[in-house]
């Protein structure tokens, strides 16, 4: 079935890096553009970054512009989410979501990031 | 960067209720405009997009209306499930963001 799967969280200290992963299975994987969004504890949805189908546009929400990098292996069929410099600020579950024109059709269940010292 | 609005930020209302959600766009989006359905603990579910198709096996009770800057999320006979928060996201230009949700209780 159609599925988005997120791997790679954790606790992490301020200033150390994680990198996410998202799996993709049951379509065609390479014909659509992928975002994280991320939500903090007890607030709601900000979107973080998006990469196109293939992969040649990327953008970033200001507050991790420099920071974070999105990518993907259309041969892997994953997306991944490169985060350094983490900040307590960045401490949220990540969702990989779906792009169908730029509207978020598929999410993952979403994976959980905390920046603790 | 466009600001997203809704109001109310909570809404109590009852099962058989007809409500609306209304989400305010800081400059005109045209009709690009997305409303997802969260429960807690859950990922978010895609509703509707461009302000009033809605998705695959979205029950008819949901609908999506507006454009320009005003935009609104009717549910018109409220059912057990659709107690959840709501958000409406716009997709007309970067960055991309959400409104900060209408919470819909009992």
């Known amino acids: 079935q159609v599925q988005l799967v997120e791997y790679g969280g954790g606790v992490v200290q301020p200033g150390k890096s994680l990198r996410l992963s998202c799996e993709a299975s049951g379509f065609s994987f390479s014909l659509y553009g992928f975002h994280w969004v991320r939500q903090a504890p007890g607030k709601g949805l900000e979107w973080v970054a998006n990469i196109w189908f293939d992969g040649t546009t990327k953008h970033y929400v200001d507050s991790v512009k420099g920071r974070f990098t999105i990518s993907r292996d259309n041969s892997k069929q994953t997306v991944d989410l490169q985060m350094d410099s983490l900040r307590v600020e960045d401490t949220a579950v990540y969702y990989c979501a779906r792009g169908m024109e730029d509207a978020f059709d598929i999410w993952g269940q979403g994976t959980t990031v905390i920046v603790s010292s | 960067d466009i600001q997203m609005t809704q109001s109310p930020s909570t809404l109590s209302a009852s099962v058989g209720d007809r409500v609306n959600i209304t989400c305010r766009a800081s400059e005109n989006i045209i009709r690009w405009l997305a409303w997802y359905q969260q429960k807690p603990g859950r990922a978010p579910k895609f509703l509707i997009h461009?302000?009033?198709i809605l998705e695959s096996g979205v029950p008819s009770r949901f609908s999506g209306s507006g454009s320009g800057t005003e935009f609104t999320l009717t549910i018109s006979s409220l059912q057990p499930d659709d107690f959840a928060t709501y958000y409406c996201q716009h997709y007309n230009g970067y960055p991309y963001s959400f409104g900060q949700g209408t919470k819909l209780d009992i």
């Open positions: 461009k302000a009033s």
